[in-house]
């Protein structure tokens, strides 16, 4: 294999400009990519209107947004039901923004006219449980068993679910998804108990705290973004949720013309984790069977989403570098003489990992241009006993023997692991398909 390392002071590189918030703050993940990464690629492969960009791991559609804005037609792939929704209602700029508004303003005052629920109107005032005489809303037994623990508090709650119910009444079901998207945002980073640091947990409880006054506030950000965009050219996108190893329902032959994505790393993070609270709110999921119908449509990456019938390691059968870190991983658990069925499942998660990673690659060939461009944004990994995962250049190997050819593998930022004392690399991964 011959490629060359570039590297790049990886200081500050995943910051959301100022400028890019319109459009990609409507709801973004930890998971999110920033913008300027989607736009130096666009740069680097000369993009052209008129060809198609290809996110197969799409999650809140940070790729796809972007494109959007340049002009650049896009597809977005993404099995995460929460992230397809966000990442759908992030591209969809045919809405009236002053029907936007109104839609806001006439929710609101539904509500707040309905004597109990005055509460909701004002940032000031919380709610007063002695004049509260009819029972909390809360999610039922099934939905909060899916919930990290008091990830909402009771009152909190209460109120989002009313103005949730406000929401689904309103005769306009036009408007009822960016209304519903501006809910989740403000549930998860404003009334909630959760903390993002980089891991999911709870936070300081808040017994009470305002609702309607942060909703209308992302709505006010919607319409003055909608309002910005719609003035100027912008191009289509089209969100599928679906598995990205197994796309062809949804992509015509030789259609795409790059890639640029950020999928999965073997790194423990149960992305399911990151958006249950707000997936349980809107819907996506009500039941454990829900929940692991999900998380079988994900790229195996940690270990609480690996399942017996499993096989996408039979793609990595014949590759002696992921079969021998396997092993490796699996040697120094013997080692170590650690026995919980977590651990017992490191050495399967990497080879299920870089096997489903294969089998997507696979899938792709046959949907890409002759000549497209891809760039893969992966990192490498300690989690599992400190042994090294090298995930980007394992890619590019995986991708090498699929066919592609491998430009160059760029530094996009390192990470300083305190666990192994060393620098984890996040990479981008640049290859060409020749057909
Ligand atoms: C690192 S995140 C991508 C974040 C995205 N670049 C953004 O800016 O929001 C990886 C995404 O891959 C999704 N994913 C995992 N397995 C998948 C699969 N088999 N097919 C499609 N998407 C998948 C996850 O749900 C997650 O949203």
Request: net charge neutral; charged share 25%; aromatic share 10%.
């Amino acid at each position: 294999m011959t490629y060359t390392t570039q590297l790049q002071n990886g200081t500050e590189l995943n910051r959301l400009y100022e400028n890019d918030r319109p459009i990609h703050e409507w709801y973004r993940f930890v998971l999110s990519f920033p913008p300027h990464l989607v736009r130096d690629y666009v740069e680097k492969f000369s993009l052209d209107k008129g060809q198609i960009i290809l996110d197969p791991f799409c999650g809140t559609g940070t790729t796809l947004v972007e494109a959007k804005k340049i002009g650049l037609k896009s597809v977005g792939v993404e099995a995460n039901a929460m992230a397809h929704f966000a990442a759908s209602v992030k591209t969809d700029w045919e809405v009236e923004p002053s029907e936007l508004a109104d839609f806001g303003q006439e929710v609101a005052n539904r509500i707040t006219a309905t004597s109990h629920e005055k509460i909701l109107s004002s940032d000031s005032s919380y709610f007063d449980i002695t004049v509260f005489s009819g029972e909390l809303r809360a999610f039922g037994v099934e939905q909060s068993k899916l919930l990290i623990k008091n990830s909402i508090s009771p009152i909190p709650l209460h109120k989002v679910l009313t103005l949730l119910d406000g929401i689904e009444r309103h005769k306009s079901t036009r408007l009822r998804n960016h209304a519903k998207l501006a809910l989740a945002k403000q549930t998860v980073n404003e009334i909630s108990n959760l903390r993002f640091g980089p891991e999911i947990g709870v936070g300081k409880l808040k017994v009470d705290t305002p609702v309607l006054k942060p909703w209308l506030c992302a709505l006010d950000s919607m319409v003055s973004d909608l309002q910005e965009f719609r003035a100027s050219s912008y191009a289509p996108a089209t969100v599928f949720s679906a598995d990205a190893r197994d796309m062809s329902r949804y992509l015509s032959p030789g259609s795409i013309d790059a890639v640029i994505t950020s999928p999965p790393y073997p790194n423990e993070k149960d992305y399911s984790r990151t958006t249950r609270l707000e997936s349980v709110l809107l819907g996506f999921m009500s039941s454990r069977e829900d929940l692991r119908r999900q998380k079988q449509r994900f790229i195996r990456s940690n270990t609480r989403g690996v399942y017996k019938a499993d096989k996408d390691d039979s793609w990595v059968e014949d590759m002696p570098r992921i079969q021998a870190l396997a092993r490796s991983i699996e040697d120094r658990r013997l080692e170590l003489g650690k026995t919980s069925g977590f651990e017992k499942q490191y050495s399967k998660v990497v080879l299920q990992y870089f096997g489903g990673m294969a089998r997507h690659l696979q899938e792709l060939r046959r949907f890409l241009s002759p000549g497209a461009k891809l760039a893969y944004v992966v990192g490498d990994q300690a989690s599992y006993f400190r042994i090294m995962i090298r995930t980007g250049e394992i890619l590019a190997e995986i991708a090498e023997r699929m066919g592609y050819d491998v430009l160059d593998i760029d530094l996009f930022r390192t990470r300083f692991s305190t666990a192994t004392k060393e620098h984890l690399r996040e990479e981008v991964v640049l290859l060409q398909w020749n057909g």
